[in-house]
């Protein structure tokens, strides 16, 4: 699949948010490469710029405070950072879709649902009345919405949080998009409709050879579903490699914290759970160097001094540390 | 919806009725017999059966509860009583002065309206720009300007310097259509000032917060431009709040439009009320404390609706 057409590619993306007590880096020098009918996940602690990340790429950071301060996304060789208005307003919703990370605020509470649902067809592909309907009604069938067209005169309090998620599923994959980004669209639901949205997705992807960043904090739902993984801490990637690859030889010392700090299927049930110890970095003051050393079992004195950069050290499998902890 | 438009109804009769009997006590309980009062000047208070005929004509020597019960029957049936100033019917003095009135809070309120809303708008999209601190600067007058200062300035500038329009005075609508305007334009705007300041501060900070939700975000993700983003998206719900802010507005306009119809020459309803208070013209007083009670319901009920309306989520509460 590594050699499946790029799609869109990222290029030292750097996010800034102006708060009141002073700038934060949200993103941080980022660069990835999305390809055809790829599965990225994109994981990290809570607040270590994944959705700032997502939000830049189809320019929807809110400005202000934020601000994409450098960087380049080409998609299919076009610089979405430098694009018009019009230009980029004609790849939202209809070849890149985003599903937000907040079914209960996503959608807006005095539309119907199946306005909502039929907007981006109406807006990028001129459908109309009776076709639009049709049409709706056949996308709330694939997110298995119940009596659909019933559904669709519904407002959003009269769904659950599950059903709104699909909504938001069904909304995204309206235009056939050639990427999806989701962020986060199962945290809060039960594992059951987790692993059926997940399905339908990769549905998506495999009919439709549909590239999907799945924006996530649940290592068993990249382990699933992923063919690549890019570990984000503090803003910046600081391991990218193949699904696979990370679970065998995590070589970052983060990622060998996080995959030892959750349950794994694929070990003894004996093995001990470890927590990593510290907390992130508090955004407002960065710690000299790199931004995981002070929580780092194997930090040297380089790793105060100096933030390295994303180096690769096998196939496909590039980390940002001076020490390589593998081996 | 409709049973949510039912239960409203009902609230608002149960109000109704409690007004009512309020206001019938209220005048039981007034210091002094408020008829004999008013009869100091014309009869003789030490003739005793004089004073009894005219209580007998009042009915005020029946029991409270049957003064009550005749008071409403008459009342429903349109039989409002006397004003004891001037011997006219109430009713028709009432029916008589409650068109300019009307105009006025109508007028009024298209002023503010038309002013508040889009100041309001304008404001929130163009946030902290020179215009936006114009408008602010604008809406903080408007709110805090005394209604009589600014409508003697108008005066003076529109009628006075520059004699565009009448400084005062009212020509019904039927009788002379453009005159009628021209007359009630200054009237109009002077009590429509304040809440179309109050209007455009509210306008604005709805539509900002409207424009901070997530859902917006989702407009924006599906291509929306702005401007779609804004009509399509954020001005339904960013009117919600201020639905209320125009019935609280509308609610209110009768202690402004006292000022105004005095200051104008406008025989409304303001001016009668106030008089009746001065006069202790109880019969009047009553009608008036009732018609401001039913135009304050109803303008509840007709929020309530609009309310129903935008926003969906209230349909099934309750
Ligand atoms: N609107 C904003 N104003 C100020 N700071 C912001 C804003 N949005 C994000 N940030 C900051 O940017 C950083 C990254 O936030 P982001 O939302 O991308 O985190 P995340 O990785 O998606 O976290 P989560 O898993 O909780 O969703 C955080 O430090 C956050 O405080
Ligand atoms: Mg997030």
């Given at each position: 699949?590594?050699?499946?057409?790029?799609?869109?590619?990222?290029?030292?993306?750097?996010?800034?948010?102006?708060?009141?007590?002073?700038?934060?880096?949200?993103?941080?020098?980022?660069?990835?490469?999305?390809?055809?009918?790829?599965?990225?996940?994109?994981?990290?602690?809570?607040?270590?710029?994944?959705?700032?990340?997502?939000?830049?790429?189809?320019?929807?950071?809110?400005n202000p405070p934020g601000r994409i301060a450098s960087g380049s996304v080409a998609f299919r060789g076009q610089d979405l950072l430098r694009a018009s208005e019009d230009e980029i307003r004609?790849?939202?919703?209809?070849?890149?879709?985003?599903?937000?990370?907040?079914?209960?605020?996503?959608?807006?509470?005095v539309l119907t649902v199946g306005r909502q649902i039929g907007e981006p067809?109406?807006?990028?592909?001129?459908?109309?009345?009776?076709?639009?309907?049709?049409?709706?009604?056949?996308?709330?069938?694939?997110?298995?919405?119940?009596?659909?067209?019933?559904?669709?005169?519904?407002?959003?309090?009269?769904f659950s949080g599950g059903m709104r998620q699909r909504v938001m599923i069904a909304m995204g994959m309206g235009c056939a998009p050639d990427i999806i980004i989701a962020d986060e669209p199962t945290t809060a639901l039960d594992v059951t409709i987790q692993a059926q949205l997940l399905e339908l997705l990769r549905q998506q992807v495999e009919t439709h050879r549909t590239a999907l960043m799945l924006i996530t904090h649940n290592l068993g739902i990249v382990a699933r579903y992923a063919d690549r993984v890019n570990v984000?801490?503090?803003?910046?990637?600081?391991?990218?490699?193949?699904?696979?690859?990370?679970?065998?030889?995590?070589?970052?010392?983060?990622?060998?914290?996080?995959?030892?700090?959750?349950p794994r299927l694929d070990q003894p049930t004996a093995a001990k759970l470890v927590p990593i110890p510290g907390q992130p970095p508090?955004?407002?003051?960065?710690?000299?160097?790199?931004?995981?050393?002070?929580?780092?079992?194997?930090?040297?004195?380089?790793?105060?001094?100096?933030?390295?950069?994303?180096?690769?050290?096998?196939?496909?499998?590039?980390?940002?540390?001076?020490?390589?902890?593998?081996? | 919806m409709g049973r949510f438009i039912g239960v409203r109804l009902l609230h608002a009769l149960v109000i109704l009725a409690l007004v009512t009997v309020l206001v019938f006590i209220i005048a039981q309980l007034m210091p002094g017999d408020g008829v004999l009062a008013a009869m100091a000047g014309s009869i003789d208070m030490s003739d005793a059966s004089a004073v009894e005929r005219v209580r007998k004509q009042y009915g005020l020597d029946q029991p409270i509860l049957v003064q009550f019960g005749d008071?409403?029957?008459?009342?429903?049936?349109?039989?409002?009583?006397?004003?004891?100033?001037?011997?006219?019917?109430?009713?028709?003095?009432?029916?008589?002065?409650?068109?300019?009135?009307?105009e006025l809070f109508l007028g009024a309120t298209i002023w503010s309206i038309g002013i508040g809303i889009p100041a309001g708008i304008i404001g929130a999209l163009k946030r902290n720009s020179a215009v936006d601190v114009a408008l602010t600067t604008g809406t903080m007058i408007g709110v805090s300007i005394p209604a009589f200062w600014e409508a003697i300035m108008l005066i003076y500038l529109l009628a006075v310097i520059f004699p565009i329009l009448p400084p005062s005075g009212y020509v019904p609508f039927f009788e002379d259509p453009w005159l009628n305007i021209k007359s009630m334009l200054l009237p109009t705007f002077v009590l429509g000032t304040h809440s179309a300041g109050l209007l455009a501060r509210y306008v604005r900070s709805s539509l900002l917060e409207v424009l901070g939700q997530d859902y917006i975000r989702t407009a924006r993700a599906k291509g929306f431009s702005e401007r779609a983003v804004i009509?399509?998206?954020?001005?339904?719900?960013?009117?919600?709040?201020?639905?209320?802010?125009?019935?609280?507005?509308?609610?209110?306009?009768?202690?402004?439009?006292?000022?105004?119809?005095?200051?104008?020459?406008?025989?409304?309803?303001?001016?009668?009320?106030?008089?009746?208070?001065?006069?202790?013209?109880?019969?009047?007083?009553?009608?008036t404390l009732i018609a401001v009670t039913l135009n304050v319901l109803l303008v509840n009920l007709l929020v309530d609706i609009l309310y129903g309306y935008l926003d969906p989520r209230i349909r099934v509460r309750r």
């Open positions: 699949m590594n050699d499946a057409p790029e799609l869109l590619s990222v290029r030292n993306l750097t996010v800034d948010f102006a708060t009141a007590e002073g700038l934060i880096t949200a993103v941080d020098n980022v660069s990835f490469d999305l390809r055809e009918g790829e599965i990225l996940a994109l994981v990290g602690e809570s607040g270590c710029g994944k959705s700032a990340t997502a939000l830049a790429l189809l320019r929807l950071i809110a004609d790849i939202r919703g209809n070849r890149i879709a985003m599903i937000f990370q907040e079914p209960m605020t996503s959608l807006n509470p067809l109406m807006l990028h592909e001129g459908l109309r009345e009776e076709a639009l309907l049709e049409k709706c009604v056949k996308l709330l069938e694939s997110v298995s919405i119940p009596e659909p067209r019933r559904r669709m005169g519904g407002y959003p309090h009269q984000m801490y503090a803003g910046r990637i600081v391991e990218s490699a193949g699904a696979d690859d990370l679970y065998e030889r995590p070589r970052h010392p983060y990622t060998i914290g996080l995959l030892r700090s959750v508090d955004a407002l003051r960065m710690p000299q160097g790199c931004a995981f050393h002070p929580r780092c079992p194997f930090a040297v004195a380089r790793c105060r001094a100096e933030a390295p950069a994303l180096r690769e050290v096998g196939a496909g499998h590039a980390i940002a540390c001076w020490v390589d902890v593998d081996g | 008071w409403l029957a008459r009342f429903v049936t349109g039989d409002w009583g006397t004003s004891i100033g001037g011997g006219e019917k109430v009713y028709d003095m009432f029916m008589r002065r409650l068109s300019p009135t009307l009509v399509l998206h954020a001005l339904k719900p960013a009117m919600i709040p201020v639905v209320t802010v125009i019935g609280l507005a509308w609610a209110h306009m009768l202690g402004g439009a006292f000022f105004v119809e005095v200051i104008f020459a406008i025989p409304g309803l303001g001016r009668m009320s106030v008089d009746a208070i001065f006069q202790k013209d109880f019969p009047v007083m009553q009608a």
